[in-house]
């Protein structure tokens, strides 16, 4: 009866197009629509290998946006059921701990929750992986979208990122939930190999086609 009510209140809509559906998360056509990612995608200098289920776009796009600013915390679990499945074909191996691109402490607190934390979270737990946060974003910089060049995109995520845990000999998997131009992923990597990690890994939910 609860159940039936809730569903009357609060009917489940489709995580990608936010359309009502019977139940479950997704509606069939996106399931069979959605742009998955099928390039081989390039590493930066400092992670070592990259996955990511979709590319940025379209309705994928559209849902992360959703995520974030429409403060849909409860796609973070539908995000990592595909995210651990791109994992598991790609990357199997090449971590023992998950951990994320974290966003400052102040826009965490603006938004109830820092997105990556929970994708990585999810994610951590559908794997059956270790999860810890590794680093703390100490500037709030300009965001990574207003800037188009890369060496602007770098220099704007420079320093802004600092170790907090002990990583030394640590193989680790950063989560983010998009790569765009990968600056600041490369950033995060470097912090945590200057910390004394021995590797690192990358992977998020949707990477954009210039990547
Ligand atoms: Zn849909």
Same mark, same amino acid.
């Given at each position: 009866?609860?159940?039936?009510?809730?569903?009357?209140?609060?009917?489940?809509?489709?995580?990608?197009?936010?359309?009502?559906?019977?139940?479950?998360?997704?509606?069939?056509?996106? @399931?069979?629509?959605?742009?998955?990612?099928?390039? &081989?995608?390039?590493? %930066?200098?400092? =992670?070592? /290998? #990259?996955? +990511?289920?979709?590319?940025?776009?379209? @309705?994928?796009?559209?849902?992360?946006?959703?995520? &974030?600013?429409?403060? %849909?915390?409860? =796609?973070? /679990? #539908?995000? +990592?059921?595909?995210?651990?499945?791109?994992?598991?074909?790609?990357?199997?191996?090449?971590?023992?701990?998950?951990?994320f691109v974290p966003v400052?402490?102040?826009? +965490?607190?603006?938004?109830?929750?820092d997105q990556s934390e929970l994708i990585a979270?999810?994610?951590?737990?559908?794997?059956?992986?270790?999860?810890?946060?590794?680093?703390?974003?100490?500037?709030?910089?300009?965001?990574?979208?207003?800037?188009?060049?890369?060496?602007?995109?770098?220099?704007?995520?420079?320093?802004?990122?600092?170790?907090?845990?002990?990583?030394?000999?640590?193989?680790?998997?950063l989560i983010d939930d998009i790569?765009?131009?990968?600056?600041?992923?490369?950033?995060?990597?470097?912090?945590?190999?200057?910390?004394?990690?021995?590797?690192?890994?990358?992977?998020s939910v949707?990477?954009?086609?210039?990547?």
């Amino acid at each position: 009866m609860l159940e039936v009510l809730k569903n009357l209140l609060f009917p489940p809509k489709c995580v990608w197009c936010g359309e009502i559906i019977d139940d479950g998360d997704e509606c069939r056509r996106c @399931r069979a629509e959605l742009t998955f990612n099928t390039a &081989k995608i390039a590493t %930066k200098e400092f =992670y070592s /290998a #990259v996955a +990511a289920p979709f590319r940025y776009e379209g @309705r994928v796009r559209e849902s992360i946006l959703r995520m &974030k600013f429409r403060r %849909k915390q409860t =796609y973070a /679990a #539908v995000y +990592a059921r595909y995210l651990s499945d791109t994992i598991k074909e790609e990357l199997a191996g090449r971590y023992e701990l998950i951990s994320f691109v974290p966003v400052s402490e102040k826009r +965490a607190r603006e938004r109830g929750f820092d997105q990556s934390e929970l994708i990585a979270g999810e994610t951590a737990k559908a794997l059956n992986m270790p999860f810890d946060r590794t680093l703390r974003k100490v500037r709030d910089n300009p965001k990574q979208s207003t800037l188009r060049d890369e060496s602007a995109r770098r220099a704007n995520v420079s320093n802004c990122y600092k170790c907090v845990r002990d990583v030394r000999g640590a193989k680790i998997l950063l989560i983010d939930d998009i790569i765009t131009t990968g600056a600041t992923m490369s950033e995060c990597a470097r912090e945590l190999l200057m910390a004394g990690a021995e590797d690192v890994v990358a992977a998020s939910v949707a990477i954009a086609k210039k990547h």
